[in-house]
């Protein structure tokens, strides 16, 4: 399985850009590169998608790297309610966990300070 | 509230006892997944259903673990002659085929602890 590295803890001030980094250098052509995060007591929610072009929604924007091998999740202005475990996750055609094929490592906890 | 509910939230049980978590997905959700997280873990995957029909299984799910989705709706996660090791957190998550590939939608979990 293709596999993601991410720091362990970032800490940033509110209402300021986050930008949480994944490196996953061994993605191959149809991976894609999922964000999910985890606030706490609650269960995963997710954030974000994408293949090959940056993809920006509601919650977050997804920038990713020519050669796919790493990727940012980028919270434009983080609040409070920001803080969570957040997790880059590598999809592919068949990556395990279902017919969805989700395997979650142990992601980025994010501290927001006020 | 129309999401991904569990029940219980919370269950403390002496080990050796058997314990059942109930997962009702959202209502138009035909795939059902289990998931177990232990402390400073991601979630790991248990098992997986489309419809009724239980497609996956980890091999994290030893065979005192059993899920069952019977009419294709709510899920049964039954767990019997609990150990300590199985003390986490159990979550649901529902999915809609043809809807966006690998958007699971997760309910708040079952936190087991066994004594």
């Known amino acids: 399985d293709a596999k993601t590295t991410q720091p362990n803890s970032m800490e940033s001030n509110e209402e300021e850009p986050v930008h949480l980094p994944c490196n996953h250098s061994t993605i191959s052509g149809t991976d894609y590169i999922h964000w999910y995060r985890q606030l706490p007591s609650q269960g995963p929610e997710y954030v974000i998608h994408?293949?090959?072009s940056n993809v920006n929604n509601r919650m977050a924007s997804l920038a990713i790297a020519e050669d796919r091998k790493s990727s940012t999740l980028i919270l434009h202005r983080a609040t409070l309610r920001d803080a969570a475990v957040y997790y880059c996750i590598l999809r592919g055609q068949y990556s395990g966990g279902g017919a969805d094929g989700l395997t979650f490592g142990k992601g980025t906890h994010l501290i927001i300070q006020p | 509230d129309t999401g991904v509910s569990q029940d219980p939230r919370h269950k403390i049980t002496k080990r050796g006892q058997n314990v059942t978590f109930r997962c009702d997905p959202i209502s138009e959700h035909n795939r059902l997944y289990w998931y177990r997280q232990t402390l400073g873990q991601g979630p790991e995957f248990l098992t997986y259903?489309?419809?009724?029909?239980?497609?996956?299984k980890s091999r994290l799910l030893s065979d005192r673990f059993s899920a069952e989705r019977p009419k294709g709706s709510f899920s049964t996660l039954e767990i019997q002659r609990t150990e300590q090791g199985d003390s986490a957190m159990y979550l649901c998550?529902?999915?809609?085929?043809?809807?966006?590939?690998?958007?699971?939608?997760f309910g708040e979990g079952s936190r087991l602890t066994v004594l």
């Open positions: 259903f489309q419809n009724e029909a239980q497609l996956e």
């Open positions: 998550a529902s999915s809609l085929l043809l809807r966006v590939p690998g958007e699971l939608f």
């Open positions: 994408g293949l090959t």
